[in-house]
């Protein structure tokens, strides 16, 4: 395990910032929190499937602006997540040099440490959920993937047995998915690639902690974002690298932060007096400290900074909120039922003709779409399908010739058991719908089979 010498302590005054960084506050105002200290820190790494930290990494626990190692050891130690009382923190962590990255517990009171998790792989990131779970991202053949399980405490009563003991995997997409916050609503907040599963643009995307409901928080896509939090305002602020922004629930659309100049890790922790702690640096030949703002302040102050080492991911050692817990509705079928209100209503505007049919793909272990059949769409847009659970679909509008009226580029997945509605194609989580019944269910009350052997004509699929 590194250790701290003279000449890596932590310093309060840095002169890794421009001048539009000024001094700390006194060392007192500062709340303790933890942060991940590392020779080398790559940024979206994860996201690629790589080590953020392949030089090693070690926990502090700064109080009063001083620094300690948080554990004794452990050749490696990372992404710090404080429980909700306040009591106990979940990290990443390695015994050598040369084990997996799993996930333990530290108790603070005693520094007592236990293991949650024995996996075959990488496990990193871990977070707390409510009702006695935490999440983590698992690396597997296809990436990195969300997995939840139980956290090894007395266990609650589960709502579900879905969400009960042993581990769940919540993410089927063929590329990285990496956890970033647990919103006040029980949802987990992730980054991976857009379009999902198809390309590599950071992105930020939500999903229920049954693995159920995946979307994403936006629909303004184009610049890379990453590293977000919700504040206790309900604000999600993320960055872009060189700036920040913010997703607030009245706007459909991020809404930028006037900061002062740098680059930004993400990942903020804020304080109950509403100032922020960051990982930033001037630039990308410095090195990221720990800078304390208040928000519309014309200057960051430099709390924590370590020559040659990268200081990232923040976290307040304090209680803080539980979410919600959410109440799992899925089943042990192979299979989910999901159903379009109008196919029509799109953010990318009217289509060119009108669609007579949806077709569904699935992706297979190579990354190739294959066509599983096709359902009707109603004249009102409407369509019913039921479709193969946990693996990657997309949908395509076909005219009645069989030309592409629109498509979905990336992938999501459905649950087993789900029964989801969507306003439209790509409408957009803010669009609300209609208020009438759609056509398909005054036809019919049973979805199109495309998840078995035929497709809606009743022909075998390829025929």
């Known amino acids: 395990m590194r250790t701290l010498s003279a000449g890596l302590a932590i310093v309060a005054i840095s002169t890794m910032f421009s001048a539009a960084f000024g001094l700390p506050p006194d060392a007192e105002q500062i709340p303790d929190f933890i942060v991940t200290a590392a020779p080398v820190y790559k940024p979206l790494a994860e996201l690629r499937g790589r080590e953020r930290f392949p030089k090693g990494a070690q926990l502090l626990l700064v109080h009063a602006g ?3 190692p948080l554990l004794t050891g452990f050749a490696a130690s990372a992404d710090a997540n404080v429980s909700f009382d306040g009591e106990r923190v979940l990290f990443a962590g390695k015994k050598s040099a040369s084990d997996q990255w799993q996930i333990w517990e530290l108790t603070l009171k005693d520094r007592s440490v236990r293991k949650v998790t024995g996996t075959a792989s990488d496990a990193e990131r871990p977070l707390y959920l409510p009702g006695g779970r935490l999440v983590w991202a698992q690396r597997t053949a296809a990436g990195f993937q969300l997995q939840s399980s139980d956290d090894g405490l007395p266990a609650p009563k589960f709502l579900n047995p879905t969400a009960g003991s042993g581990i769940l995997q919540l993410t089927y997409a063929g590329a990285n998915a990496f956890p970033a916050d647990v919103l006040h609503d029980g949802r ?6 857009f379009p999902l599963n198809a390309g590599s643009t950071p992105e930020l995307y939500l999903v229920y902690a049954d693995g159920s409901g995946v979307e994403s928080i936006r629909c303004d896509h184009g610049r890379p974002r990453w590293g977000g939090t919700q504040l206790a305002s309900g604000d999600v602020v993320f960055t872009h690298g060189k700036s ?3 997703f607030t629930s009245a706007l459909a659309h991020e809404e930028p932060i006037q900061a002062p100049h740098g680059e930004y890790a993400g990942s903020i922790a804020e304080t109950a007096q509403g100032i922020w702690l960051m990982s930033a640096r001037a630039d990308a030949d410095a ?18 900074a370590i020559g040659g080492e990268d200081l990232v991911e923040p976290v307040l050692v ?5 979410p919600n817990r959410h109440p799992s509705g899925l089943h042990p079928w192979d299979y989910a039922n999901l159903m379009a209100l109008d196919a029509r209503v799109s953010r990318d505007g009217n289509l060119k003709g009108k669609p007579v049919s949806v077709r569904l793909q699935v992706q ?8 599983l059949g096709t359902a009707p769409v109603e004249s009102d847009g409407s369509f019913f399908v039921k479709v ?3 693996k990657p679909i997309r949908f395509e509008l076909l005219d009645f010739r069989g030309v592409v009226l629109r498509q979905e580029h990336g992938w999501f997945w459905a649950r087993g058991g789900e029964q989801r509605i969507c306003v439209g194609c790509h409408a957009g989580p803010e669009r609300a719908s209609e208020n009438r019944v759609p056509q ?3 036809r019919t009350t049973e979805p199109v089979d495309l998840a078995g052997a035929k497709n809606a004509a009743g022909a075998p699929h390829g025929n």
Do not use: C, Y
Request: aromatic share 6%; net charge positive; no cysteine.
């Open 66 to 68: 001083k620094p300690e």
């Open 188 to 193: 987990i907040l992730f980054e991976a690639g």
């Open 244 to 246: 920040l922004a913010r």
């Open 287 to 304: 090195r990221f400290a720990i800078g304390i703002w208040s928000p519309g302040a014309a200057v960051m102050k430099t709390v924590a």
């Open 318 to 322: 304090a209680p803080r909120v539980r």
């Open 364 to 371: 297979d272990a190579s990354g190739h779409a294959v066509a």
């Open 388 to 390: 193969p659970a946990d």
């Open 440 to 442: 398909v269910l005054m």
